[in-house]
Structure formats: C-alpha cells, structure tokens
C-alpha cells in the first residue's frame, strides 16, 4: 500500500480508499488550481507538481493540498494568497507569496478563519505582510514553514510571522521565521505549544498579550529587538530556550514580563542582550509566582533588570560576566551615593536602594532553602565546604553603577581602567554605592549544565583586530622614536660644527 501511494504522488496524484482524484500535476490541462479546488470532494488529496499559479485560491472544504518540486502560489499582491475557512485541512510544500499591501485588511500568505484541525506545514511563505494569520481556530498545526515577510520595508511596515487570535489548544512548530513585526504574535490564545522555532531579525521574536497557559519550550530567539515578550498573561511556561543578540534600539532584551502572573522560566540561555531579562509588575495578583530557575544570564549589559513593582522568585540561576549583574529600573535614575561609613541611608532594615534611590521589591527571593544563585563577581569564600558561600553576596559596583548614567564610561568597559576603579572602591570605600539586592546563598559554581563554554579556538577577528592595533602602536613609536633620533643627530652635528669654531675664538 505505502508503495502504491509513493507511485501515486510522484505521478501527480494520489487516490486514497473512499476518495477520488480531484486534480493532476500543473501543465496537464487548463484547469486554474481554484478550478482543481472546487472540483474536488471532501477528504480528496490534490497534489501539484511544479508550476507557477497567478491566483488566490479559497479552500473551503477539507481537503489536502500537497505541492510537489515547489509549485508557487502568487496572490499577483491582492489581498490573501490561500485563505482556508474549513476544518480539517491541510496546505503543505508550496511556494506561497506576493499578499496585498493594505497593512489595514492585515492581507496574508495563508489565513485561517474560523477552521479546526488545519494544518500549514513545510510551506516557504514570502513576500506577505503577514506569514500565517489564524483566527478563531482549535486544535490547528504550523510546523516547518519557512516565513520571510520581506526585509525591504521599515519594521513599522510589516506584518507578523504568525498571527494567532483566539487559538486554542494549537501548535507552532520548527518554523524559521525573519524579517517580521512580531515573529509569533499570540492574543486572546490559550493553552497552545510554541516549540522549536528559529526567529531572528524581527522586532519581538514572540509576543504574547492576554495569552494564557501556553508553553514556549526549545526555541532560539536571536538578533531581534526583543526575544520573548510576555504581558497581561498568566500561568505560562518558558523553558529551555535560546535567547540570544536580541539589543537592537531602546528595547534590547531577551525577556521582557509585564504584568503578569504565574509564571515558570527553567532551563533558558540569555546571552549578549543589552538587557537579558526585565520584569515591571509581575507577579501582580495575590497569591501569583513568577519562578526563574536554573537560567543562564551570561555577557548580557545588563543581566536582571527588575521595577519596584516584581517580587519575582529568582533562585538557581548563574549570573556570568554581565556589565551589570541586576538593576532597579524606578524612581529617578540620577546618580547617588553614600558614605562607606554606613551599609544604607536609614538604617540596616531599610529596602536595597540603588543610585538615584530606586529600591528593588521587598518581596523579591534571592534564595531558598540556604542557596541562591551564582555570580561570577562574587569574591566570597565557603570554608565550610557545602558549595555555598559564606558571606552573602551585595553588589557595589562603582564603575558599573556609573555606568548605566554615563555611556561614555563603555569605552573604558573590559580595561584595566575598569578592574582599577573597582578595586580602589574596595579597598577604599570612601564613597561606594548601596548593594543592589542580597542573595543570602550564593552558589559557588554554576548549577549543572549552566557553565558559559568558552572556545578553545581561536578568534581570527580578534587577533586580526589586536594585531592591527599593536602594528599602528609600534608604528607609532618608531615614527616617534625617529624623530627623536633626527633631532638628536641634528644637535650633535650642530654641535661638531660650532665645537671648533668657538675653540678658535677662544684660542
């Protein structure tokens, strides 16, 4: 039987038991692929081989639609390209693109309006405001679908990868997708599984708003304005995924929360953000969580950045080499600082305060259980052996703290400059600013499987870039040191010259 159905489809067609042919491959005969659509009957599988078609087509019963060898699907830019308005139906290994330009009829590659159980699968959607734009949907699947809306227009101009409106109990699945407003974009959609997925050059790789109980497992966010944005949701899952590069104008972070509740993030990688995580608001009903597990935070500008307002738990997670380990972003930001003479301004049981007299929440959890998290700067000692260290880790950092008021201070980032302000601070705290937050266990080393792996090869840029610089520095001090031999060698034979003749005077 499985033979018979690979001879059937590489032919042009496949008849299934109960069904009937409803199409054959493009070029035999004059059919238009609409044509083929309506002609066929429930549960027939059309499929196509090669060739182009300058149309858009409605599939409004459930049928399948397989392209062999690529056939396209060119919408001629007039509204949606496929618009699909039945259940049970399936759209996979075409060329969909060229959508309409009317940013106000949101016009699509593929739509989804109001259909159950369909499935877009292996499809290249290109050139589209919006990739895959669903609406009122169940049980539906994307997966492997390649969506590039176009790099050519301003990111204000674009539509989403994914759309999903009220959609429930779906999935989204191993698609790439570049180039987009939002690359999955989830509204009033609940209980669906985001996993696997590759975004990047996007405004927000994912954007969730009113969207609850979804789970965001194993994708790779990187290189867009912002990774994972989630708000106004709650009881969502984040875990395992890549977020990486995303800094890209004001918003630059891997993760942004805001207001919301319930939420569990294990098991992430937040690497090279200008911010890796900022949470404002969340959790915020009585009773709500917000865990952050067992993450890596690593080379980010700034690694946590919390408002007063986020009594997050935050506990197993490694904090390395971020300028900026944890941040307070409320109140005035200007600068202030206190004498060394006192741990804060008001007293030891006053709230953590920062420059510019932003506190960080009360509530916030820096540990449980005796143990907290790792930071890379901690320089504390554990004699005791358990892994923990013994003095709670409170960071001060003067040069980082000045930092985030002065952008000037970056090009002194990673020099000698910046090791020697800091050690200065410590060993003469004359003025230093307040500790951040408290973490009463910090850990050692990095939790299992959260240690930065560092290449052992070698960087070509960099050492192309050190000995370019080391070049012009020897450069310059030869071209120096030459100058300083002329001019010493100009003396000497000035002096050889007038020697004898003021010789000859005096005799």
């Keep these: 039987m499985k033979a018979l159905l690979l001879v059937a489809m590489l032919a042009g067609a496949i008849v299934l038991p109960g069904a009937r042919a409803a199409a054959q491959a493009s070029g035999a005969g004059q059919l238009t692929l609409q044509q083929r659509i309506d002609a066929a009957a429930p549960e027939d599988i059309i499929v196509i081989d090669g060739g182009v078609f300058h149309e858009s087509v409605v599939i409004d019963k459930p049928i399948s639609l397989i392209g062999h060898n690529w056939p396209v699907i060119d919408g001629g830019g007039l509204g949606d390209v496929v618009t699909i308005s039945a259940d049970d139906v399936v759209v996979s290994g075409f060329v969909i693109r060229n959508s309409g330009t009317d940013m106000s009829r949101e016009p699509a590659a593929v739509r989804i309006d109001n259909a159950n159980r369909v499935t877009v699968r292996a499809n290249r959607l290109q050139d589209a405001r919006f990739g895959i734009h669903v609406t009122t949907s169940k049980d539906s699947i994307l997966e492997n679908n390649l969506v590039d809306t176009g790099g050519d227009r301003p990111i204000e101009r674009r539509g989403h990868g994914i759309y999903l409106w009220e959609v429930q109990s779906s999935t989204v699945h191993a698609n790439t997708i570049q180039n987009a407003a939002d690359g999955i974009h989830l509204e009033y959609s609940d209980d669906n599984g985001i996993g696997d997925n590759d975004v990047h050059q996007s405004r927000y790789a994912l954007h969730l708003m009113y969207a609850h109980q979804n789970k965001i497992i194993d994708n790779n966010f990187h290189d867009n304005l912002a990774g994972a944005v989630v708000m106004l949701s709650h009881d969502v899952i984040i875990k395992g995924n890549n977020l990486s590069g995303n800094r890209k104008g004001a918003t630059g972070t891997g993760m942004l929360f805001k207001d919301d509740d319930n939420l569990f ?243």
């Design 265 to 507: 993030v294990e098991d992430n990688r937040l690497l090279r953000n200008k911010y890796g995580m900022t949470v404002d608001g969340a959790p915020q009903a009585i009773g709500a969580t917000a865990i952050f597990r067992h993450n890596l935070f690593a080379l980010n500008d700034v690694g946590v950045a919390a408002m007063s307002n986020a009594p997050i738990t935050f506990v197993e997670n490694a904090m390395i080499d971020n300028t900026v380990q944890v941040k307070a972003m409320s109140g005035d930001l200007a600068s202030r600082t206190l004498s060394g003479h006192g741990e804060t301004a008001s007293g030891a049981d006053a709230a953590p305060a920062i420059e510019g007299g932003g506190a960080l929440p009360t509530g916030a959890v820096w540990s449980s259980g005796g143990r907290g998290n790792y930071w890379s700067d901690y320089r504390g000692y554990d004699a005791n052996g358990d892994g923990v260290g013994d003095q709670p880790y409170r960071p001060r950092p003067t040069f980082a703290g000045r930092l985030g008021n002065d952008d000037t201070l970056r090009l002194f980032q990673f020099t000698p400059a910046q090791q020697a302000i800091d050690v200065a601070a410590d060993m003469f705290p004359v003025y230093r600013y307040n500790a951040i937050i408290e973490d009463d266990g910090p850990l050692m080393n990095p939790p299992g499987g959260l240690a930065l792996a560092h290449g052992a090869g070698i960087n070509l840029r960099l050492l192309a870039c050190s000995l370019l610089l080391a070049a012009l520095a020897a450069a310059g001090i030869f071209a120096g040191a030459g100058a300083h031999a002329r001019q010493s060698l100009r003396r000497a034979l000035t002096t050889r010259r007038q020697g004898p003749a003021t010789g000859d005077a005096a005799a």
